[in-house]
């Protein structure tokens, strides 16, 4: 019934990928600089004071690549046993107000994060003596993938690459 | 007016299929441009509802689970269970229980819970002669020892929506409410195994017990590690987390040898996506929590339900129902986001402990993830036992009833979770 | 025209006392309909900081020291010892050193309009009173999340470990550090006091506290509504000031009477000397404050 991915799918599905991998790699690190953490306190009597900082970036990160990952594979959490109960036609158009509100929503992060981008870049994250803008960035890098991955849906749907 | 809309819009996009955490989004965006709020201050909600301390705990608990089902820990915990308990009549039910029980000890989720001891339980007692129905019921319903025996992510949500109720009480309040649920489930099971005529399993000897005791204890030690760690302020929570899933690494990897690379970033990977799944359910309620505050909502709602009666009795069974039913239809760390901060007021003013009331949402939340029409629990149970969700619904009910008899006791005995944290801090 | 307000402090705090008596005066008095909440419900200080900036909310109450890395003039209030008490930083801030940080506040869509008081913050911790300097050597102390404070703990020699205010207590308890450094309310309302006994008046720092409202809606007003606001906030600035300096002594009648142990720090200057290297690297960083520095320390 699928018909062959075409190089914009593999292209998209790569990109998340990549994404994915990204996120993977910070989780591991976040897991290594707490335990330097605990061992600094203990064993060196010398708290490494930027851990905290970091790792409360890193979670942020790891959140919004994630999440937008996860339009792009459905593994978020939806009530869908409703819309499963409807006649095909309305079944049909709550796919499509799903994806459209779901890509405004990621347009308007990607809008709103750039805004918060600009009014921290200036200022720096105690401790860590990097710019506050980090914190905004994955806001509007997972604003984009998900309003990217959610017109790419909304082609597949509408080209019938993919039924509902 | 603005409340209308606000919950309106989360309900239409429920309804339509978006993502849960998107709907909160999705409402609180309008909600913001409805009343004129400067649009990045939404996202700077969003953005610090997960920039918090204790959640970082989260990832840690979710990777350490995903670990010991990936390394072979599960796997050991159900053997020791088995030979402990797999004696009595329709045994593997019982050992199912068990097993949940040690597990909900490490793993922080019951979904986790669900689909590690289910891949490895269900196969072999269908092979027993078990029916597929009472194997997915014993599996789901156990599995909520997952979300009330420490460590427990859904507790460091409810900690930290709470405003600061501290993580280590309510693991210690944990406990004795979930080994009562356990040993009341444990007896339903046995209960309809005997009426059914389910087979015991022979005794594997003492010797042969100890030698299983001694090949989970490394496993087990993850979860002395992550507990005692906690108990004994050796480290914070968070770093507890952390270690635990360092040990779970040194203890797949070198001990079991169950680990390889491939295990250990398919495990890190699906940790990704589960922390990702709960921290943008976090961020997205909070700015949704951030315009229900304006509004005074939580207020309110606990000057309504307080004036309906004055009874402690009465509210609590409201509050219960209340749970329950919206435990059916939605997701628990959404749940536990959205229902703490209304709920709570009203608990406090009857002079109950927050730590309790906790112990009653993990149970109460937890049973709502084994129910239809939405329960993550059940479906996963499901899939992996192979069966239809009518068929295991059907005969589910006295599993329902022991976790309820356990959920009422501890309602109204405030001493079975609050008992061993009065003993332990002097 | 309806202004909410933020405040991190509980209900029938000092601050939150004085916050509803200026609610209510202005409420009062004015057309405005002002409503305050209590407890941080609308999020952590930088973030209402923010909020306020941007009239998200209309006024908020605020520790001067999370001001800092938002309006970088306000950090010189964060520098060790910069007031030598809690009267010199009434006089300084009350005069024409409160209208440099105003300046500079408004600037960046802030109006202060009275500086509240928070005491001044000393050192606590489990194992030792401490006397000199040598005392703090290797003790585990948290500090708020600030170069400054980090920097002053390790010239010190402590091990500086910054951590959220909340973890404090567990970790004091159990040992995960030694102690911490607050003023007396702080030390007893937390419980601190239980687990980390000794505290030793170093009054390190004394940070101001400041009722501030959004530019854009201060600059709204007309200049009688003005006038009263600001009396109002005056006002309820002298009932803070009163009502904290009871709030401490109970405070501090409490702790002693559960046992702990309180103790004067005779020399304070041998603590001040080893500050020389942090205001260095401030000034190095920040040379144009210099002045205002100066301003502060004239000031007597
Ligand atoms: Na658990
Ligand atoms: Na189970």
């Known amino acids: 019934m699928t018909p062959e991915p075409g190089r914009l799918d593999r292209l998209l599905d790569a990109v998340a990928s990549a994404v994915m991998a990204l996120a993977g790699a910070m989780m591991v690190v976040l897991i290594l600089i707490f335990s330097w953490l605990v061992y600094g306190r203990y064993v060196l009597n010398a708290t490494p004071t930027w851990v905290e900082q970091v790792s409360l970036l890193l979670v942020v990160w790891i959140a919004f690549l994630g999440a937008a990952v996860g339009i792009r594979r459905q593994s978020h959490l939806a009530v869908d046993f409703i819309r499963d109960a409807l006649p095909a036609p309305l079944r049909m158009a709550c796919v499509v107000f799903t994806i459209v509100t779901l890509g405004l929503f990621g347009a308007i992060m990607a809008w709103q994060g750039y805004v918060m981008w600009e009014r921290t870049v200036q200022r720096e994250i105690p401790l860590l003596g990097i710019s506050e803008g980090w914190r905004a960035i994955p806001v509007s890098l997972s604003g984009v993938l998900t309003a990217v991955f959610c017109l790419d849906e909304l082609r597949r749907l509408l080209t019938g690459r993919k039924g509902v | ?426 | 025209q309806d202004w909410r307000g933020w405040n991190i402090h509980p209900e029938g705090y000092p601050n939150s006392v004085a916050l509803d008596q200026f609610v209510e005066t202005v409420n009062a008095e004015t057309d405005l309909n002002l409503q305050v909440f209590h407890g941080g419900v609308l999020g952590s200080q930088p973030d209402a900081i923010e909020q306020v900036r941007n009239n998200a909310l209309e006024f908020g109450q605020f520790n001067m020291g999370p001001m800092g890395p938002i309006i970088p003039t306000t950090n010189v209030l964060s520098l060790p010892f910069i007031f030598s008490s809690v009267d010199h930083m009434h006089k300084a801030m009350d005069g024409d050193v409160g209208e440099i940080f105003a300046e500079a506040m408004e600037a960046e869509g802030l109006v202060p309009l009275a500086w509240y008081d928070s005491g001044s913050r000393s050192f606590y911790n489990s194992k030792r009173p401490i006397v000199t300097p040598a005392d703090v050597e290797g003790l585990k102390l948290r500090v708020m999340n600030n170069d400054l404070f980090v920097d002053m703990v390790a010239q010190l020699g402590g091990n500086a470990t910054p951590m959220a205010f909340g973890e404090v207590y567990q970790s004091l308890k159990t040992g995960v550090i030694d102690g911490a450094e607050n003023n007396y309310p702080s030390y007893e309302s937390t419980g601190h006091f239980e687990v980390a006994g000794f505290y030793s008046i170093t009054d390190h720092l004394i940070i101001p506290e400041c009722l501030c409202v959004s530019t854009e809606s201060w600059n709204a007003l007309d200049d009688d509504t003005k006038a009263k606001v600001m009396a109002a906030a005056r006002a309820s600035a002298v009932t803070q000031r009163e009502l904290w300096a009871a709030r401490e002594q109970e405070s501090l009648d409490k702790v002693r009477a559960a046992g702990a142990q309180v103790n004067e720090v005779e020399n304070k200057v041998a603590f001040q000397e080893r500050m020389a290297p942090v205001y260095e690297s401030f000034l190095a960083a920040n040379p144009d404050l210099g002045v205002v520095i100066e301003a502060i320390q004239a000031v007597n």
Not at chain 2, 64 to 72: D, F, H, N, R
Not at chain 2, 230 to 258: D, K, N
Request: net charge neutral; glycine share 10%; hydrophobic share 60%.
């Open chain 2, 1 to 426: 007016m603005e409340l209308i809309l606000l919950f309106g819009v989360f309900f239409l996009c429920l309804t339509a299929g978006v993502p849960v955490a998107y709907c909160l989004g999705i409402a609180a965006v309008t909600g913001f441009l409805y009343e004129g709020l400067p649009l990045f201050i939404a996202f700077q909600r969003i953005v610090s509802g997960i920039s918090v301390f204790s959640l970082l705990a989260i990832p840690f608990f979710i990777f350490a689970g995903e670990l010991m089902l990936q390394g072979g820990i599960a796997a050991r915990l159900v053997k020791l269970a088995a030979g402990a308990v797999g004696w009595m009549r329709g045994g593997l039910g019982v050992v199912n229980v068990a097993s949940s029980m040690l597990f909900g000890g490490i793993s922080g989720s019951a979904v986790a819970d669900t689909s590690a001891l289910g891949s490895i339980l269900m196969p072999v007692m269908k092979e027993k002669g078990y029916d597929g129905d009472y194997a997915v019921n014993v599996t789901v319903t156990s599995s909520i020892a997952g979300v009330v025996i420490p460590p427990s992510h859904n507790m460091i949500l409810y900690a930290v929506a709470a405003g600061g109720v501290p993580i280590s009480q309510l693991f210690i309040a944990g406990v004795v409410p979930g080994i009562l649920m356990c040993l009341c489930l444990g007896f339903v099971a046995w209960l309809v195994a005997v009426k059914r005529g389910y087979p015991a399993e022979p005794f594997p000897g003492l010797s042969s017990l100890a030698v299983s005791f001694i090949v989970a204890l490394p496993g087990l030690m993850t979860a002395v590690i992550i507990v005692g760690g906690v108990l004994s302020g050796v480290m914070t929570v968070t770093e507890s987390g952390a270690f635990g899933a360092i040990w779970a690494i040194l203890v797949t990897a070198l001990v079991y040898r169950e680990l390889t690379w491939e295990r250990f970033k398919a495990a890190v990977l699906v940790s990704v996506r589960t922390t990702a799944m709960v921290m943008i359910l976090v961020a997205c309620a909070s700015a949704f929590a951030y315009l229900l505050t304006l509004n005074r909502v939580p207020d309110l709602l606990a000057g309504a339900v307080l004036s309906i009666s004055d009874s402690e009795y009465v509210i609590l069974l409201l509050l219960n129902c209340t749970l329950l039913v919206l435990g059916m239809i939605m997701d628990m760390a959404a749940l536990i986001l959205i229902t703490t901060p209304i709920f709570l007021p009203i608990v406090i003013d009857l002079g109950m402990s927050p730590v309790q009331f906790g112990i009653i949402m993990m149970m109460n939340l937890g049973l709502g993830l084994t129910t239809p029409p939405v329960g993550a629990c059940l479906f996963v149970g499901c899939v992996v036992g192979n069966e239809r969700m009518e068929n295991v619904v059907r005969t589910i009910w006295p599993f329902y009833l022991a976790i309820l008899f356990a959920l009422t006791l501890v309602t109204y005995v405030p001493f079975i979770s609050l008992g061993l944290g009065s003993y332990l801090t002097p």
